[in-house]
């Protein structure tokens, strides 16, 4: 008995370590489903702080275009909450956790898929300058 409860334990843990992302159609209904996409430019990221390996950070800059959506003009300021990882973070099975705080310190333009001010699960797409 102690075996099949030791065996059906490990079967449980490692039927949750075994969960993957959300299927792709997941995040793509989410950014159909998002009321704005802008592009921004000049971008600047401010971290999240404390001693978590993720959380929310915010992506700043100046509106290139608007693609879908009112309420937001070309020019205008903006900045958009986005779900964001530390180095430190250590991949782990579920949803999407979040762009690399590095990576988005990198970007200069990107198109947001935005709702209420908040960039949708694996809504941001890096935009080259040669495609302004």
Not at 34 to 52: D, R
Request: net charge positive; proline share 7%; glycine share 8%.
């Amino acid at each position: 008995m102690k075996h099949v409860l030791l065996v059906l334990a490990l079967v449980a843990a490692m039927t949750r370590a075994a969960a993957a992302e959300l299927p792709p159609h997941i995040y793509e209904a989410d950014r159909r489903a998002a009321s704005h996409v802008i592009v921004i430019e000049n971008l600047t990221l401010t971290p999240f702080s404390g001693a978590a390996t993720s959380g929310s950070c915010t992506l700043s800059g100046r509106i290139a275009s608007v693609e879908r959506g009112g309420g937001y003009t070309p020019g205008q300021p903006v900045s958009v909450s986005i779900a964001c990882i530390t180095s430190a973070w250590r991949p782990m099975p579920g949803p999407f956790p979040g762009y690399s705080q590095d990576n988005l310190k990198q970007l200069v333009r990107a198109r947001v898929f935005v709702t209420d001010g908040h960039v949708v699960r694996r809504g941001l797409d890096a935009v080259s300058e040669d495609h302004k």
